[in-house]
């Protein structure tokens, strides 16, 4: 039989979590704040716990996917005593600090313990574009790998609980900036009459392919150094041209809210004497220690 698992928390993603496990074959607890939230799920075979307690008590496997960190210590903290003996996999965005602290409290109560973060959207869950990090107890993540990975390639980062949290936020604040990029190239064009379908898919997309080509070299750049010549774009230039972007932004009415940070940061590097060299400085200018 596959391992029942526990699923708290039927929010988009806890319904996705919940029905993957369910159509996998594994028996599936599901526990809710608001009860009756996602009734397709009772077709599906779930089981509706009564109490988040009874709902612990139903399987070894426990999933949690709430809102944030406050939401899963209040929804456990009165019920700690139950998780004895229990895995306990928290998929709630949150902190390296929150998922380090959060390790600490379940072993407190006898459970091992997987922080993880989602790198997702439901409707991926179960599809094969979806990976999830995963970081804690590697007793924990042995034992259970094959049950994970019915919803998303499991990727074990390491027993640092934190180490998952860190490169998910990681992973989403390059996501946000770029989209807050995007956003910004969208309103450009819609100050004009231009099409932003067009413009997106003959332009933007291309750009932002052909550029993803940098990501790896700037990585290899901050770990290895600068390989010889290789600041074809320097950033004094760089700065120079930046200027443009917000001025034409202004020119276009368009608030130039988003590049505005990039600005000072380019402009800092160059003041700091870093006008010849490229991207990875950026880097190490933002690391504070
Ligand atoms: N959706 C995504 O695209 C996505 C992608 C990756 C990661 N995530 C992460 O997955 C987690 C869940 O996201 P979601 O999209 O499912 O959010 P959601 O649809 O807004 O659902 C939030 C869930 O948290 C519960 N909740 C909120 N406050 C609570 C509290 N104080 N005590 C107990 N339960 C509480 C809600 O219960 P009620 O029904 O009672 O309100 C609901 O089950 C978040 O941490 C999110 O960052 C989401």
């Not at 009564?50 to 949690?64: E, F, H, M, N, R």
């Not at 895995?87 to 407190?108: C, D, I, K, S, Y």
């Not at 064009?189 to 291309?206: D, G, H, M, R, Y």
Request: charged residues 15%.
């Amino acid at each position: 039989m596959k391992t029942p698992v526990t699923v708290l928390g039927l929010g988009a993603m806890g319904t996705a979590l919940a029905r993957t496990f369910l159509a996998a074959g594994h028996p599936a607890t599901v526990w809710n704040r608001t009860p009756g939230r996602s009734p397709e799920l009772d077709a599906l075979g779930a089981v509706r716990a009564k109490t988040i307690g009874d709902a612990i008590a139903a399987s070894p496997l426990l999933v949690t996917c709430l809102l944030d960190d406050a939401s899963v210590r209040d929804s456990l903290g009165p019920v700690a005593p139950e998780l004895s003996g229990r895995t306990l996999v928290n998929l709630t965005n949150g902190t390296p600090a929150q998922a380090r602290r959060a390790a600490e409290w379940a072993a407190q109560q006898g459970a091992q313990y997987l922080d993880g973060g989602i790198m997702a959207v439901p409707a991926m869950i179960g599809g094969p574009a979806a990976f999830i990090l995963y970081s804690g107890s590697p007793a924990a993540f042995e034992q259970h790998r094959d049950d994970l990975a019915v919803l998303a390639k499991p990727t074990y980062v390491g027993s640092d609980a934190g180490l998952a949290a860190l490169q998910d936020l990681a992973l989403l604040s390059a996501m946000y900036g770029m989209f807050g990029g995007v956003a910004h190239a969208l309103a450009m064009v819609s100050s004009e009459k231009l099409s932003p379908t067009a413009f997106a898919t003959e332009l933007l997309v291309p750009w932002l392919t052909a550029m993803l080509g940098s990501v790896t070299p700037m990585a290899n750049e901050l770990e290895y150094g600068a390989a010889p010549g290789a600041a074809g774009s320097n950033l004094a230039m760089q700065a120079a041209a930046f200027g443009n972007f917000i001025d034409a932004s202004e020119d276009q009415g368009v608030d130039p809210l988003v590049l505005l940070p990039i600005q000072q940061l380019l402009d800092r590097a160059v003041a700091e004497g870093h006008g010849e060299e490229d991207m990875a400085v950026l880097v190490r200018l933002l690391v504070k220690n």
